[in-house]
């Protein structure tokens, strides 16, 4: 790639996270609402725990304060990829409902600029919103970090957003396969991942079957290697076996997505589904 | 010799859905087929503007969009300035813009912000943009204070001169306009017009203009097609149309070519969409 070429699609790159700004820029009351209802969510799980101790839960060998960090560290990363998952979704499906969806197909740049600048804008902001959420959970439930390596879960969050991107654009294929029902279908996979990868209880829990489906999700070992970190302290170099396989699923998972999201788009191409009306 | 603007050959395009018979029950479907386009053979050379005349449902967006590279065609080739729209679609897409009869915008963001994103995607930045932007809607006669306002509070005239304006800002070789004025109060249909035709004055560019406006075709068009269920009916300027069919309009051409009222071939296109 030129130069010249390389400039043009870092531009790019750039005005879809541009773009997207200024669409929670107009869109800012929403943008509250949701922030709120992401607070919601994660409190409702941080009493939860403490609602187990006040039902007899308590006893010798259950750590209320462990439970709770469990559990908030568990619906934290969740409300992130889920965030993640929706913006990528309903950034395709923006489009289709705007109509400008064809003219960003009609624009030249390459596919994978389109869908990592919708996915960067998805994690930069889910990472905002997240770190919010959390300095209240932080304040509210009074967590104690200081066993924690906070250095090495916060490698393990860099890495995780790897997969989370191939994750992410898989997500935003279905808007182009369905465009009455993909967005909502988008819904089915992130319910199938909550119960697979071990948001709120181990994997050990589930029937095999499930389990083995949890394996094969990145947010098992981004759960995992932060837990490890934030509950029992673990450095980075404990943290590299899930470090790794997350880079590794990230560099299988990117191509993948937007090798389906090409096809997904010949398809669409092929159809005549890109117009509006579908 | 030039390379032609646009050389289409033998292009057919069809959509296929399922469908259900009348009475049928529900779960009863059979696959259908419409043909959009019947084996096309054009070439548009470089310059001036050729108009696609036809009612709905005639085969002239889906001409469009294949050589926006937004539909594959089925069979054929289309190719613009030389390049295959299918195998060289990246660099055909370099030439091209587009001016749908829609005005395709993100509602609530501005015609600023509209058009800084258009920009960004054809390799332009935001330094220099803005009193660009400004200089054309001036040009086009939209007032400078609805470029910060949101799209959705613009008039439907005014998003279109948005629209055409966000097409000039990328500089296309090859402008393709898609029923542009349909929908325009009388107004802003002259606007539209007008700038057509300083377009035509000014710019090295070709374009092909899909229309159902008859008179609009006569005034602007350079070289006329008729299209008419996805087959090219006539070719050539509108006065040429006139002597060779012997109608004194081009509704009386279209009248002697399908025995049909352009108003009335209309209606029943939208009825069968």
Same mark, same amino acid.
């Given at each position: 790639?030129?130069?010249?070429?390389?400039?043009?699609?870092?531009?790019?790159?750039?005005?879809?996270?541009? &773009?997207?700004?200024?669409?929670?820029?107009?869109?800012?009351?929403?943008?509250?609402?949701?922030?709120?209802?992401?607070?919601?969510?994660?409190?409702?799980?941080?009493?939860?725990?403490?609602?187990?101790?006040?039902?007899?839960?308590?006893?010798?060998?259950?750590?209320?304060?462990?439970?709770?960090?469990?559990?908030? #560290?568990?619906?934290?990363?969740?409300?992130?990829?889920?965030?993640?998952? *929706?913006?990528?979704?309903?950034?395709?499906?923006?489009?289709?409902?705007?109509?400008?969806?064809?003219?960003?197909?009609?624009?030249?740049? &390459? &596919?994978?600029?389109?869908?990592?600048?919708?996915?960067?804008?998805?994690?930069?902001?889910?990472?905002?919103?997240?770190?919010?959420?959390?300095?209240?959970?932080?304040?509210?439930?009074?967590?104690?970090?200081?066993?924690?390596? #906070?250095?090495?879960?916060?490698?393990?969050?860099?890495?995780?957003?790897?997969?989370?991107?191939?994750?992410? #654009?898989?997500?935003?294929?279905?808007?182009?396969?369905?465009?009455?029902?993909?967005?909502? *279908?988008?819904?089915?996979?992130?319910?199938?991942?909550?119960?697979?990868?071990?948001?709120?209880?181990?994997?050990?829990?589930?029937?095999?079957?499930?389990?083995?489906?949890?394996?094969?999700?990145?947010?098992?070992?981004?759960?995992?290697?932060?837990?490890?970190?934030?509950?029992? /302290?673990?450095?980075?170099? @404990? @943290?590299?076996?899930? #470090?790794?396989?997350?880079?590794?699923? /990230?560099?299988?998972?990117?191509?993948? =997505?937007?090798?389906?999201?090409?096809?997904?788009?010949?398809?669409?191409?092929?159809? =005549?589904?890109?117009?509006?009306?579908? | 010799?030039?390379?032609?603007? %646009?050389? %289409?050959?033998?292009?057919?395009?069809?959509?296929?859905?399922?469908?259900?018979?009348?009475?049928?029950?529900?779960?009863?479907?059979?696959?259908?087929?419409?043909?959009?386009?019947?084996?096309?053979?054009?070439?548009?050379?470089?310059?001036?503007?050729?108009?696609?005349? !036809?009612?709905?449902?005639?085969?002239?967006?889906?001409? %469009?969009? %294949?050589?926006?590279?937004?539909?594959?065609? $089925?069979?054929?080739?289309?190719?613009?300035?030389?390049?295959?729209?299918?195998?060289?679609?990246?660099?055909?897409?370099?030439?091209?813009?587009?001016?749908?009869?829609?005005?395709?915008?993100?509602?609530?963001?501005?015609?600023?912000?509209?058009?800084?994103?258009?920009?960004?995607?054809? !390799?332009? !930045?935001?330094?220099?943009?803005?009193?660009?932007?400004?200089?054309?809607?001036?040009?086009?006669?939209?007032?400078?204070?609805?470029?910060?306002?949101?799209?959705?509070?613009?008039?439907?005239?005014?998003?279109?001169?948005?629209?055409?304006?966000?097409?000039?800002?990328?500089?296309?070789?090859?402008?393709?306009?898609?029923?542009? +004025?349909?929908?325009?109060?009388?107004?802003?249909?002259?606007?539209?017009?007008?700038?057509?035709?300083?377009?035509?004055?000014?710019?090295?560019?070709?374009?092909?203009?899909?229309?159902? $406006?008859?008179?609009?075709?006569?005034?602007?068009?350079?070289?006329?097609?008729?299209? $008419?269920?996805?087959?090219?009916?006539?070719?050539?300027?509108?006065?040429?149309?006139?002597?060779?069919?012997?109608?004194?309009?081009?509704?009386?051409?279209?009248?002697?070519? +399908?025995?049909?009222?352009?108003?009335?071939?209309?209606?029943?296109?939208?009825?069968?969409?």
């Amino acid at each position: 790639m030129s130069a010249l070429s390389r400039h043009s699609e870092l531009n790019a790159l750039f005005g879809f996270a541009e &773009r997207s700004m200024h669409s929670v820029r107009r869109y800012w009351v929403w943008e509250v609402v949701w922030l709120f209802y992401s607070m919601v969510s994660v409190l409702s799980i941080g009493f939860l725990a403490s609602g187990l101790g006040t039902l007899g839960a308590a006893n010798e060998s259950f750590d209320l304060h462990r439970a709770q960090l469990y559990l908030l #560290i568990g619906s934290l990363l969740w409300g992130f990829l889920s965030l993640v998952f *929706m913006e990528a979704a309903f950034a395709i499906a923006w489009e289709r409902w705007e109509g400008t969806i064809e003219y960003t197909f009609m624009a030249p740049i &390459r &596919r994978v600029t389109h869908l990592m600048g919708i996915c960067l804008f998805a994690i930069g902001y889910g990472l905002v919103r997240t770190f919010v959420v959390l300095l209240v959970a932080i304040a509210m439930f009074k967590l104690d970090f200081s066993r924690a390596d #906070i250095g090495a879960a916060v490698a393990v969050l860099a890495a995780s957003t790897v997969p989370l991107v191939g994750l992410a #654009i898989f997500t935003s294929v279905l808007p182009m396969v369905s465009p009455q029902k993909g967005e909502q *279908m988008s819904y089915a996979v992130q319910g199938f991942l909550l119960l697979v990868s071990g948001v709120y209880y181990p994997l050990s829990v589930l029937p095999m079957p499930l389990q083995v489906a949890g394996y094969a999700s990145p947010l098992t070992y981004a759960l995992d290697g932060m837990r490890q970190s934030l509950l029992n /302290g673990a450095t980075l170099v @404990d @943290d590299l076996p899930s #470090i790794g396989i997350l880079l590794g699923m /990230g560099a299988l998972m990117i191509p993948a =997505g937007v090798w389906v999201f090409g096809w997904a788009e010949k398809r669409a191409k092929r159809l =005549g589904l890109l117009k509006r009306s579908g | 010799m030039s390379i032609p603007a %646009i050389e %289409i050959q033998g292009v057919r395009k069809a959509f296929r859905r399922r469908e259900r018979e009348s009475g049928a029950p529900w779960w009863k479907t059979a696959p259908k087929e419409k043909v959009a386009l019947h084996e096309l053979f054009l070439t548009v050379e470089a310059g001036g503007v050729t108009g696609i005349l !036809g009612p709905n449902g005639s085969g002239k967006s889906t001409l %469009i969009r %294949i050589l926006a590279t937004l539909l594959t065609p $089925d069979a054929g080739a289309a190719k613009v300035f030389g390049l295959d729209v299918v195998a060289d679609a990246a660099q055909v897409r370099r030439h091209v813009n587009r001016v749908s009869v829609e005005a395709s915008f993100f509602k609530e963001l501005s015609p600023w912000e509209n058009m800084l994103y258009a920009s960004r995607l054809y !390799g332009g !930045g935001s330094s220099g943009t803005r009193e660009q932007v400004s200089e054309i809607l001036e040009r086009l006669g939209l007032p400078l204070d609805t470029l910060d306002q949101p799209m959705k509070q613009l008039s439907r005239g005014q998003q279109q001169k948005v629209a055409i304006a966000r097409s000039f800002l990328t500089a296309p070789s090859l402008l393709l306009m898609d029923e542009p +004025t349909t929908g325009l109060d009388p107004r802003s249909k002259k606007e539209v017009q007008s700038m057509l035709e300083m377009l035509r004055a000014e710019r090295d560019v070709t374009v092909l203009l899909c229309t159902h $406006d008859l008179d609009e075709a006569a005034a602007l068009c350079d070289r006329v097609l008729m299209m $008419d269920n996805g087959r090219v009916l006539a070719d050539g300027t509108a006065a040429e149309l006139c002597e060779a069919h012997g109608g004194a309009t081009l509704e009386d051409v279209f009248m002697r070519l +399908t025995g049909k009222a352009f108003a009335e071939e209309e209606e029943m296109a939208e009825v069968a969409t």
